[in-house]
């Protein structure tokens, strides 16, 4: 192993020298397939994880219900107070950890430290809410008679999560799973494994610290079959699942047919718009994150983007500046904007997306090409240029404008109107997040109401991407209406019971029905 990586390896405990155990559920197990955990940056081969046997996968649901039966009976407030332990220890090891992520996922250190720090938010605000998870009390029509609705907590939460956030959207189920008095099983991508290995063996010593049973927060790594497995089993009560369209398709119908609860968070093909009355410098800043940060590998990131006509010359040109200020690097570097895309396949995808582009007559004003003979030692790795392109046209139809492509590529469009352009935003299957950028609060009483943008995220003067936990997180249509991280998102955690309660020396019935002889 080369240094650089042993060094964040052993930084976390981890000793890559073996093969490790990829489950846990209240001690370190690990039978199955191989994965290697490959670093994306220099192809490097990290780690090799033994996966989840078919055995340890049925070991880890009941240990998680064994886990769920006793920490339903935790007070929420007790609750918190691990979560409180949780968030202290993910902290202390935040640089570790987002060092880790840059190593294994590939994305730069600043984003890898942020994602970490979006999980200790979440505890955070899980930690509060565990004094707040309040249920109502409803007026009856009857006299003598109380309606509660009290949440309760609601069992085993399998966590699905995808290689692009490979802890953050995690932490944001765990934190409210935990909250609401649920063992959560972690499911991570195949692809970072370690990232997974090592949140756990936090969260976990945590657990056994203060007496709980380590299954309250399992993990089962492994490749399809075993998602496939957790998702089928009857025994899991929730699946949050973060991914592609065509899977999450899947697991939906898959749960629905056993009637679980599911919480879908899928594609993303998100548009900025630019009025020609923005800030121009900050909409190119934000344009220019949103588009090339984390690679273009974010559900959030901008993937359209609709220019007004009369500043689209302008805004064109000082954005191709800053794409030419970019060049690839070790993403563990501080100076390095653009890392590797996560996978060699994901170059593929890169390619033929601009392939499809040039095919359809688009003119590619900067990018449209792997990197190729990068100096040593990052030859090995998966870099792609940042590519800007207008097509011909903005049809629809075409899958250059429908279809999310998971790299940094730039589709441009010029609009007259903004209710051409808000068609347009609306205008795709997917519907994940979406910003205006203008200073007319006319437009902006538009863009958030009924005839605006019809995304989960509609943001103004803000990027597509970047959002912080304490509202809802999720996106509408084919995203899949899921709603995670803050707002109201953790009712969906727990059991809701609908309790009516007599007081009274009779027993009436509702809306005045008579039923005695
Ligand atoms: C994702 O890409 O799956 O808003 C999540 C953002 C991040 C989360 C992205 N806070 O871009």
């Not at 039978?31 to 220099?42: A, R």
């Not at 942020?114 to 009390?137: F, H, K």
């Not at 956030?165 to 934190?175: C, D, K, M, Q």
Request: charged share 20%; net charge negative.
């Amino acid at each position: 192993l080369s240094t650089r990586a042993s060094a964040i390896l052993s930084a976390l405990e981890i000793s890559a020298d073996t093969e490790l155990a990829g489950v846990y559920h209240g001690e370190w197990t690990g039978t199955g397939d191989i994965l290697e955990s490959v670093c994306p940056t220099t192809g490097e081969v990290l780690a090799r994880v033994r996966s989840a046997s078919p055995q340890e996968l049925q070991t880890a649901l009941e240990k998680s219900r064994e886990a769920y039966e006793l920490f339903r009976l935790v007070p929420a407030p007790r609750r918190g107070e691990i979560l409180r332990q949780i968030r202290e220890a993910l902290a202390a090891k935040r640089e570790a950890l987002g060092a880790l992520m840059s190593l294994e996922m590939g994305k730069i250190k600043t984003e890898g430290v942020g994602e970490i720090q979006e999980v200790v938010d979440i505890a955070d605000y899980a930690v509060g809410l565990s004094r707040m998870m309040n249920g109502r009390v409803v007026a009856s029509e009857r006299p003598g008679h109380s309606i509660y609705e009290v949440p309760n907590p609601l069992g085993v939460v399998a966590v699905l999560s995808a290689f692009n956030f490979p802890v953050a959207v995690y932490g944001w189920n765990l934190a409210l799973s935990l909250a609401a008095g649920n063992a959560t099983l972690w499911k991570p991508s195949p692809s970072t494994s370690l990232c997974s290995i090592a949140v756990t063996k936090i969260v976990s010593q945590v657990l056994e610290q203060n007496g709980l049973p380590g299954a309250i927060a399992g993990l089962v790594t492994g490749a399809k079959d075993v998602g496939e497995a957790v998702v089928e089993s009857q025994d899991v009560d929730m699946v949050s699942f973060t991914g592609s369209e065509a899977v999450g398709r899947q697991v939906g119908k898959v749960v629905q047919s056993r009637f679980g609860k599911v919480l879908l968070e899928l594609g993303g093909n998100n548009a900025s718009i630019i009025m020609p009355d923005a800030d121009l410098s900050l909409a190119v800043s934000a344009v220019f994150f949103g588009a090339v940060g984390t690679a273009g590998q974010r559900c959030t990131s901008t993937r359209r983007l609709y220019l007004h006509r009369d500043i689209a010359p302008e805004f064109l040109s000082q954005l191709q500046s800053l794409y030419a200020s970019v060049r690839p690097g070790d993403p563990l570097e501080p100076t390095t904007l653009l890392g590797p895309l996560h996978t060699r396949a994901a170059m593929g995808v890169y390619s033929s997306a601009v392939d499809r582009l040039r095919k359809t007559g688009a003119e590619i004003l900067t990018g449209g090409a792997l990197y190729e003979g990068l100096a040593s030692p990052l030859d090995g790795g998966n870099f792609v240029m940042p590519t800007i392109a207008v097509p011909k046209t903005v049809d629809l139809a075409d899958a250059v404008w429908k279809t999310e492509t998971f790299a940094p590529v730039l589709c441009v469009g010029v609009f007259d109107e903004l209710e051409q352009a808000i068609k347009w935003n609306n205008g795709v299957p997917q519907g994940l997040s979406s910003s205006l950028w203008t200073r007319d609060i006319r437009n902006v009483g538009k863009w958030i109401g009924p005839v605006g943008s019809d995304a989960g995220i509609v943001n103004v003067n803000v990027g597509t991407s970047g959002a912080e936990i304490g509202a809802a997180f999720g996106g509408n249509k084919s995203t899949g209406w899921g709603r995670e991280s803050g707002g109201d998102a953790w009712k969906q955690y727990v059991r809701w019971s609908t309790c009516t309660i007599n007081y009274s020396d009779k027993a009436p019935l509702a809306q005045g029905v008579q039923f005695s002889s």
